[in-house]
């Protein structure tokens, strides 16, 4: 079983998109769970904003961790900050996820009406997220 | 090997019990000294004496060969017994030194001290080299000093005399041994340790030298102990062991080549140790290395770390010795700010570390105190004991260089990391290797490198420790303060955050809210939070999620805690910010939690302030409910305060201009969105309407809403409402001005949901609101009520300013009617005086006919001013029904009847012959009727030669006129307001008044019409002729002369002659003809009516009837004077003349001017014509009649009273009826002789008009034809001879 919280945090720390995969079942699926991520995720930013200026790299890679879980992150030219908090080691997955997310991050951006740091709202970036979540990271 | 170890090691328990999270790398180099308060607790008295002892935490030595040596003293106050164990394998963990503190007041406590003293002594006796304790006794009692009078000097004797002695209790045979307190009190027989006495109040002078010297004993001691391990045979050393390693060797050879390796690398570990805590940082440096080689080649891994440990300790003693001043004292901003500098100057502190000693502080110790840079300078610096000691060990025989075998800063991140690599394979080094991660820490922290702090922060969450909660809870909080100081406030957070679960987590025995509260506040800047709810709006930044979780956690543990005031606070605080972060039914969720905890305590808006000194702000709920507008209201329009007189816009050449002459002030204006434009008076009842909107799927109750305001005081009056989910609701807020001046407002405050906020404009995001809105406050005005006489009005009027008025009065009126209105003004205000009043009508008629209607008297009411407060005035209004009371003429008729040009001469000579056919007598109505009617026709249609075939066809024609005419005559309604502006005290002076209005609506009922009027000559008199109808369904009596009444039945009409006086021409000339015949008849003729059966009575006017020229002729009086002769008798009207063919008759004319001025130009003309009665005339007579000398005869100018006379002779040559026509007529003048004639002046006469008027009418007057005719025509009976 693993878990997968992908969020994509703004320049204020404030989340503009946050997905949740798991192999899991749902009933198994706790609500605390999530909330722990969120909470590792952004105890992570500190590192991820650290790590950004010593790497010309967008992929940072695993930067942090806590228990059982991972972080890695990602960090876009416009600096958003991607981030995934997980619980098994998956380095290549997790890459190619980033990457297409940033793919459709950059899309999503490009629309006039999406304005930069806030939510993304956005049902093709849903479908999209859910396409690259279950192809890189689930598999 | 350690394979075998771990499975043995549980049954041994040697692990330190307790980790010491506050050691850092350089406490390596220092001897411990337990400093232990005793007895009964005094902390306040004794505080001042730990910090004395502490303060003395080095000493210089100077050591046989002559060098200094500084050694450092770390002084603890807990130490837990199996901690000295590891002694051996760190020997800066033994306890070498106690000191105790205590305080008494008798003997028994002294004893108990002692006892306490003894009993640490006992427990820490395997390793403590020496002790000394501090007794604080009494006070020197007044009874013990009889002798002495003066106290303080006894005091500061006692103080003295404990100076000079050197060995304390002991030497009791002191020459002032009277006032000490070992003399007083002994200690107990058992007590073997050295102690210093001192009174309460002692200054303590030697206390610090005292420190010193039992320091200086304790360095001794262990110097020795160094030389001795120093001195010891290689061969002959034992093995040294870390506490759980005694088993690991039972039954091992020790006497192997491996084994003697070990021992031997471990004593020289252990030298080094107690070299670098001798302060020999050289010998400890090169000791370490050898160890760390020996120990290596072995394979001792435990040692190996230790070693490695050391030498991280020793290099760092060396590198960043204001470690040891200020440590980590360096805030987040500061070391953030040096990141840059940092990225710079690293390269260069690499290259020069060994070399140079400046290069050896990181930049960040360089932007420290000037203690730490002046270490930089060993050699000038020995100001500063810091600087000492870098300067110390190695300056004075190194030149400044550092030892060449030191540890490079980013090498001792690497060591350590070794070590604690080392460490790890340990299972009961696990509290050392922790112990080492935190040192690692902080030096990293010291060297900048915020990464590798992170790197061995989280292996501490790795390390397998058995641990308690509290000391994970411990754990946690340290890791939280070191994230902190390295500024990752996200990380400390989330520690934070752990800690402060752990602290109440499920299952704990003892749960401590109030540390969990503490550390859940301090959380709050990690996640971007503020404890001003303001703040927070304002930066909305940070994870909503994650926020309100911390929220709702702080409100757990407030509520716990028992402090509902904080509950409600945080819970306030929760919905005030994060509103727009939850879904609708967390928000409901969220507001009956707030109404729960409001329920035990009531939430205000006042900062609270915890016991530690953290004040938590006022959260006020702007938002719930949510305002939509803010309306600041005028007062009523009747009670808006106005400026007495207006000021005059400033007017430029132009009445529109483009430019703004004070185009700034006006820009001003604009930008001053929030200043009202109307102004609020004092003492009045104002208004503001606000918008709310509830939000919350429930209904809300808000009660005690109140206006903020600034500036002027204020008194708001509460309002409650219940708001209805998502319905916009109006809601006015009262209040009243207490005071003049400006009004700030600034918001309102509710009560809702148990909470009181403070809801400011400035404070409501989202919506276009100014931050507050300014209000002027004139001073009061006094108030007034208004009533009348008449009874009031059904229907409002819709005149313009019909929002001012306060009551009405309505009345019906026949045209001509008088009537008259009482207004009573009450003064309602209880202080002003009522001292101005104004009074004007305005009404929907022209201001002339205004004025005839209404009447008030100005200068009574003025009178009656000023009106006392509560007091009364009265006035009357006097109304007359002025209308038009004639009939209505199309408008063309009036043109042609003002056109007196030349050019409709015949015109008027017509009117006049046709005047002139008329019987003098009037004997028919149906006469005068015709005659009326004729002259309709004739003013109607200029080419009415033949004017009596002309009326005889027009007849029907003008009856119909008349009869279609009457219906126009309707009632008419007339609005008018009767203005009333008034003003009094303060407010008066400043210029200010009210402006309330009485409807005044009058209904005009048509009484009286006069359809059509002409003008009769008679003898003396005229009459002026009046087809007058009666209009109303009443019989009518109207009075026409002064005895002359007739009866008039509802609507009929009849004819009235009303004989008037012939006035002078002068009177007429003086103005236009038919104004003229106006004004005069209307002065001379009254028309006075009465309903018969009712009291209602009243006057027609005349106003509006036209007079012909010809009639006005008529009017007058003619200037001239006719005196006709026939055969020199004097001819009489209507006399019968008789005359004979062919033979002569004399014809005498003499002309006399009556009038006022001379006459010019007439032309005399005598005609003689034959009448057929037919209405033919015949005036070709050449056959008939001759006359002598001309029949036209030219006057130039006749003056006044002057004669003229002209004598004809006449033959008639047949018999017959002849009529002779005499007639005077004045020849328009040339314009040129005009103008100079307006010169002239003219007696005004008994008109009004101005000068002016008089001057253009009389030249009017001059330029048009009068003719003057002897009437009767002279007849005369041509008869044979």
């Known amino acids: 079983m693993s878990t997968y919280y992908f969020v994509i945090v703004g320049h204020n720390d404030n989340p503009i998109y946050e997905r949740e995969f798991s192999t899991a079942n749902k009933e198994q699926r706790k609500e605390d769970q999530r909330h722990l991520s969120q909470f590792i995720a952004h105890a992570a930013l500190d590192l991820v904003d650290e790590h950004k200026w010593k790497t010309a790299n967008m992929q940072l890679k695993s930067i942090d961790r806590f228990n059982q879980w991972f972080v890695s992150a990602f960090i876009t030219a416009s600096q958003i900050r991607f981030i995934i908090v997980h619980d098994n080691k998956n380095d290549e997955g997790i890459k190619n996820f980033f990457n297409e997310m940033y793919d459709t991050y950059i899309k999503h951006s490009m629309n006039a009406f999406y304005k930069i740091n806030t939510p993304i709202k956005s049902v093709m970036f849903e479908k999209k997220s859910d396409i690259f979540g279950r192809k890189y990271l689930l598999s | 090997m350690r394979a075998t170890v771990q499975p043995h090691a549980p049954s041994v328990e040697p692990v330190m019990s307790r980790l010491d999270y506050e050691q850092n790398a350089l406490h390596h180099s220092c001897l411990l000294v337990l400093l232990r308060g005793v007895g009964p607790s005094r902390a306040r008295i004794l505080q001042r004496a730990f910090e004395k002892v502490r303060r003395v935490n080095n000493i210089k030595v100077t050591d046989s060969s002559g060098i200094v040596r500084t050694i450092y003293f770390r002084f603890i106050h807990e130490h837990p017994v199996e ?308 300067a110390a060990p190695f300056g004075h025989q190194r030149n400044g260089e550092l030892p060449g075998n030191i540890l490079k800063p ?67 909080e340290i890791i939280t303060e070191l994230y902190q100081q390295i500024g990752y406030q996200r990380k400390a957070a989330f520690f934070q955050r752990l800690a402060a679960l752990k602290h109440v987590q499920q299952g704990s025995q003892a749960p401590d809210w109030t540390q969990s509260y503490r550390l859940m506040l301090g959380s709050f800047t990690g996640y971007l939070l503020s404890l001003d709810p303001l703040e927070v709006l304002e930066n909305a930044a940070g994870w909503p999620a994650l926020q309100i979780d911390l929220a709702q956690n702080l409100i757990t543990a407030a509520r716990r805690l028992g402090q509902s005031a904080l509950a409600t606070r945080h819970m306030t605080f929760l919905l005030q910010t994060q509103w727009d972060n939850m879904t609708a039914t967390e928000q409901s969720e969220m507001a009956v939690q707030l109404q729960n905890l409001s329920a035990q305590c009531e939430g205000s808006p006042v900062p609270l302030v915890l016991e530690n000194g953290t004040v938590i702000p006022p959260a006020n709920l702007t938002d719930l409910p949510y305002c939509l507008e803010m309306v600041v209201k005028d007062l009523p329009t009747h009670l808006r305060p106005q400026r007495i007189k207006i000021a005059k816009a400033d007017s430029g050449p132009f009445l529109f201009t483009p430019i703004h002459f004070n185009s700034v002030d006006r820009r001003d204006k604009k930008k001053d969105k929030n200043k009202i434009a109307f102004l609020w008076v004092q003492n009045d009842l104002s208004e503001v309407c606000v918008r709310l909107r509830n939000p919350l799927p429930f209904e809300l109750a ?111 009126l026949y045209n001509g009617e008088s009537s008259s209105c009482t207004i009573t003004i009450k003064n309602e205000s209880s202080t002003l005086p009522l001292e101005h009043l104004e009074v004007n009508i305005n009404s929907n008629v022209e201001q002339e006919l205004q004025k005839k209607m209404f009447r008030i008297d100005e200068q009574a009411l003025q009178a009656q001013l000023p ?97 279609s005419l009457r219906p126009q005559q309707l009632t008419q309604h007339i609005e008018a307001q009767l203005r009333l502006k008034y003003s009094g005290g303060e407010a008066l002076v400043a210029g200010y008044c009210r402006q309330c209005a009485v409807s005044l609506n009058l209904e005009l009922i048509p009484s009286v019409q006069i359809t059509s009027w002409d003008v009769l000559p008679a003898e003396m008199q005229f009459y002026l002729v009046l087809d007058i109808s009666n209009l109303t369904a009443q019989e009518m009596s109207l009075n026409y002369t002064d005895n002359k009444n007739i009866l008039i039945e509802a609507k009929e009409s009849c004819r009235v002659p009303i004989p008037v006086d012939r006035c002078s021409l002068e009177q007429v000339c003086a103005a236009r003809a038919a104004e003229v015949a106006e004004n005069l008849e209307r002065e001379r003729v009254k028309i006075n009516w009465l309903l018969t059966g009712t009291d209602i009575q009243g006057v027609a006017s005349l106003r509006g009837i036209v007079l012909s020229h010809g009639m006005v002729d008529l009017t007058t009086v003619s200037p001239l004077e006719w005196s006709i002769s026939f055969q020199d008798a004097p001819v009489q009207p209507h006399s019968e003349i008789v005359a004979t063919v062919g033979q002569r008759a004399q014809l005498s004319i003499n002309l006399t001017n009556q009038s006022l001025q001379p006459l010019k130009n007439l032309v005399l003309t005598i005609k003689f014509y034959q009448d057929y009665l037919n209405g033919m005339e015949n005036y070709n007579l050449e056959t008939r009649v001759a006359i002598s000398g001309p029949n036209r005869i030219t006057i130039p100018v006749l003056e006044k009273h002057a004669q003229t006379q002209h004598n004809c002779s006449v033959i008639f ?69």
């Open chain 2, 83 to 390: 901690h000295n164990d590891w002694g051996d394998f760190q020997t800066h963990r033994r306890l070498l030194g106690l000191i105790t503190i205590g305080k008494f007041e008798n003997q028994t406590e002294l004893n108990e001290l002692c006892r306490h003293h003894e009993s640490l002594k006992v427990r820490y006796g395997g390793t403590l080299y020496e002790s000394r304790a501090i007794f604080f006794g009494p006070d020197a009692q007044p009874s013990d000093s009889i002798g002495n009078h003066k106290d303080g000097i006894t005091t500061v004797d006692n103080a003295q005399a404990d100076a000079s002695i050197d060995l304390g209790h002991k030497e009791t045979q002191h020459p002032l041994a009277a006032g000490r307190l070992q003399d007083e009190f002994t200690t107990p027989s058992n007590f073997k340790s050295q102690a210093f006495f001192y009174r309460e109040q002692d200054n303590c002078i030697d206390l610090e030298s005292r420190v010193s010297d039992f320091l200086n004993a304790l360095f001794w001691v262990l110097e020795s102990r160094r030389l001795e391990r120093s001195r010891e045979k290689a061969e002959k050393v034992s093995l040294l062991l870390a506490p759980f390693e005694k088993r690991d060797f039972v039954g091992l050879d020790m006497e192997s080549r491996n084994n003697r390796k070990r021992c031997v690398g471990r004593v020289m570990k252990n030298l080094a140790d107690l070299s670098l805590q001798a302060g020999l940082l050289d010998d400890a440096l090169s000791l370490y290395h050898n160890a760390n080689e020996t120990l290596r080649s072995v394979g001792d891994s435990l040692w190996v770390g230790a070693s490695e440990e050391g030498l991280c300790a020793a290099s760092a003693v060396i590198l960043y010795p204001q470690m040891r001043t200020s440590p980590l004292r360096n805030t987040p901003e500061k070391w953030r700010a040096s990141d840059a500098t940092k990225k710079i100057n690293t390269p260069a502190n690499c290259a020069d570390a060994i070399t140079s000693n400046s290069s050896s502080c990181s930049s960040v110790s360089s932007l420290l105190t000037n203690n730490s840079s002046a270490s930089g300078t060993p050699t000038t610096s020995s100001s500063s004991s810091t600087s000492t000691i870098s």
């Open chain 2, 410 to 476: 980013e090498e001792i991140t690497n060591y350590y990391r070794k070590a604690i690599i080392n460490y790890s394979k340990y299972r009961h080094a696990a509290t050392i290797e922790t112990e080492a991660a935190l040192k690692a820490t902080r030096i990293c922290i010291e060297q900048n490198r915020p990464l590798d702090v992170a790197m061995f922060l989280q292996n501490i969450l790795y390390i397998n420790l058995s641990l308690s909660e509290a000391e994970r809870v411990k754990r946690f």
């Open chain 2, 702 to 812: 808000v009660t005690d809403m109140r206006l903020l305001s600034n500036g002027v005081v204020f008194e708001s009056l509460p309002q409650t409402v219940i708001l209805q989910p998502h319905v916009p609701t109006n809601v006015s807020l009262h209040g009243t001005p207490i005071e003049t001046g400006q009004l700030d407002l600034q918001g309102y405050s509710t009560h809702t949901l148990g909470v009181k906020s403070n809801c400011r404009l400035k404070h409501m995001r989202g919506r276009h609101l100014p931050p507050n809105y300014l209000v002027d406050v004139i001073p009061a005005l006094p108030r007034i009520s208004v009533k009348t006489s008449l009874p009031q009005t059904a229907t409002f009027s819709n005149m313009n300013k019909a929002d001012i008025v306060v009551t009405s009065a309505s009345l019906t």
């Open chain 2, 867 to 963: 009106v006392a407060p509560q007091g009364m005035l009265e006035f009357v209004v006097y109304i007359y029904a002025e209308a038009d009371f004639v009939c209505p003429m199309p408008a063309g008729s009036l043109n042609s009847s003002a056109d007196y040009g030349p050019s409709s001469m015949s015109h008027y000579a017509s009117v006049s012959s046709g005047h002139a056919s008329l019987p003098a007598g009037i004997s028919s109505p149906q006469h005068r009727r015709q005659d009326s009617m004729q002259h309709a026709a004739s003013r109607s249609t200029i080419s009415a030669a033949q004017h009596s075939l002309a009326a005889l066809s027009l007849q029907p024609g003008g009856a119909d006129t008349s009869s």
């Open chain 2, 1213 to 1281: 040559f047949t018999p017959g009826r002849f009529k002779t026509s005499i007639e005077c007529v004045t020849k328009p003048q040339s314009h040129q002789r005009n103008s100079i004639s307006t010169g002239r002046s003219y007696p005004a006469g008994s008109t009004t008009t101005s000068q002016l008027e008089t001057t253009s009418t009389s030249s009017f007057d001059e330029q048009q034809a009068h003719t003057w005719k002897f009437i009767p025509p002279i007849e005369v009976t041509v008869v044979e001879q």
